[in-house]
């Protein structure tokens, strides 16, 4: 049987291997992508982004229990932690919080290191929540590394975002500063039980009334990335506030109240048409990628490392500029 | 252009709570270039086993303290087998007296580390069993 037929069956081995395979980059992990793609688009993605010890893995844990639970779903979990840039290793410790999910032949829990990528996800995340999604999870969950202020990513990739707050990890400007809570689909007040939870809450939500109806832009590779046409003028009629939700994800408190805030989401992006457009930012940012990386590639193969090497030299030397270089080895066939 | 990661599952099976060893090893793994993937205490064999399969790993490391590693090893090579996974290497650290040293190694578990072990030998014998 090929790796795809089996993993179209359900066979949880080949699909641990089909994702080594992507995550390194191996010629077999494409072939089996291009084989699988016309099984995807199915799963809802849902992403759970936020400052690290926010109690995302707790949290994703109980999300997935819930679901688990109530809905008969199929739960794929895809937990991104960083690698070092030193060494290229990892500790990768989100299962830790996901001990209550073992032995449930439904639920699928995969680790992985962002090996030097930056905005909160690997570059091969994308892929491989297709491969899930192919293989038949109703739901993809995807957990971000502890993230910062800019690690926004996630939300080029998931139909819907959550944003892990909690009490006591800054004032309110950093409500109002640009980045990771305007990606927010919903917003997550977790450790709902710690002093200081209610102002937590008020920041955020000052912050959201202030918010007035923009259009969803991603600067993407220096140009914007805008989400228009028929989709995006029907959703200005029905437009998305993101929830706050208090959570208390170590007890369970909270959980069903953001499922069901998770659920109407999808409902929205579906009578919205959000969801094709959704849909469409991340193929084209899968595609825009794939362009660049064979761009690369090609470059490599036309331009020796000789020759590379030399240019470097002369920019070193203060020869030349970077720009002129380019200019050198492009040998003016690309402007 | 691949990029091949060895992986390694640093599990604690048992119920002995004692895991400063595992988190050592885990660290000098991670400094040594390799991804490891944390599972926490009082993990079941069968909890190790599926993690195991799930996140494809090479190496599978076991932390027992508890002198029950003559119940547990068995039972997760065994389990690791019956999924299939029989190129997974297994490591032992803990407490292991040398009479159960043979007896784990006739089982199959390709190495066994006690107290004093230089994680510098841990991580050479992990390369070589991997790249072999």
């Known amino acids: 049987m090929t790796t795809t037929q089996s993993i179209l069956n359900g066979d949880r081995l080949a699909l641990a291997r089909l994702l080594t395979k992507i995550e390194n980059n191996a010629p077999e992990g494409r072939d089996a992508l291009i084989e699988l793609f016309p099984h995807t688009g199915k799963a809802h993605l849902i992403g759970v982004t936020g400052a690290p010890g926010t109690g995302k893995s707790s949290l994703v844990n109980q999300l997935a229990l819930h679901y688990r639970k109530t809905e008969n779903k199929k739960i794929a979990i895809l937990a991104v932690d960083p690698s070092s840039p030193f060494t290229g290793g990892a500790v990768l410790g989100d299962r830790v919080r996901m001990r209550d999910l073992s032995g449930d032949e439904k639920v699928f829990i995969r680790s992985m290191a962002t090996r030097g990528s930056l905005g909160g996800l690997a570059q091969s995340t994308a892929n491989m929540t297709q491969a899930f999604d192919a293989a038949g999870f109703d739901i993809v969950i995807i957990e971000t590394v502890g993230a910062g202020q800019s690690e926004v990513d996630v939300a080029k990739l998931a139909h819907t975002t959550l944003v892990v707050e909690a009490p006591g990890l800054g004032d309110d400007i950093q409500a109002i500063k640009a980045g990771i809570l305007e990606i927010a689909d919903i917003l997550v007040v977790n450790k709902g039980d710690r002093p200081g939870v209610e102002n937590t809450e008020k920041a955020l939500k000052s912050m959201l009334d202030l918010a007035h109806p923009t259009e969803r832009i991603f600067r993407h590779h220096g140009s914007d990335m805008r989400i228009t046409g028929q989709a995006q003028k029907a959703s200005n009629s029905l437009m998305w506030i993101p929830p706050i939700k208090r959570t208390i994800s170590t007890e369970g408190v909270g959980i069903a109240e953001l499922v069901e805030s998770i659920t109407k989401h999808a409902e929205h992006l579906r009578i919205s048409g959000d969801w094709a457009v959704r849909d469409r930012t991340r193929l084209q940012v899968e595609l825009e990628a794939l362009i660049q990386s064979s761009l690369m590639n090609h470059f490599r193969e036309e331009v020796s490392e000789k020759k590379f090497n030399e240019v470097l030299e002369k920019i070193i030397q203060r020869n030349i500029s970077p720009y002129e270089a380019v200019k050198m080895l492009m040998n003016g066939r690309l402007k | ?132």
């Open chain 2, 1 to 132: 252009m691949t990029d091949k990661k060895i992986r390694v599952l640093v599990a604690k099976p048992g119920l002995d709570g004692h895991d400063r060893g595992a988190k050592v090893v885990a660290r000098a793994l991670r400094d040594a270039g390799m991804e490891v993937i944390y599972t926490g205490l009082r993990q079941t064999p069968e909890m190790i086993a599926e993690a195991a399969l799930q996140e494809d790993v090479d190496v599978v490391g076991l932390s027992v303290l508890s002198g029950a590693h003559m119940a547990l090893a068995p039972r997760i090579m065994e389990l690791l087998r019956a999924n299939g996974q029989t190129h997974v290497k297994v490591f032992i650290g803990g407490i292991i007296p040398d009479e159960d040293l043979v007896r784990l190694k006739e089982m199959g578990v390709t190495g066994v580390y006690g107290p004093g072990a230089s994680t510098d030998d841990i991580i050479r014998d992990i390369k070589e069993t991997v790249a072999g």
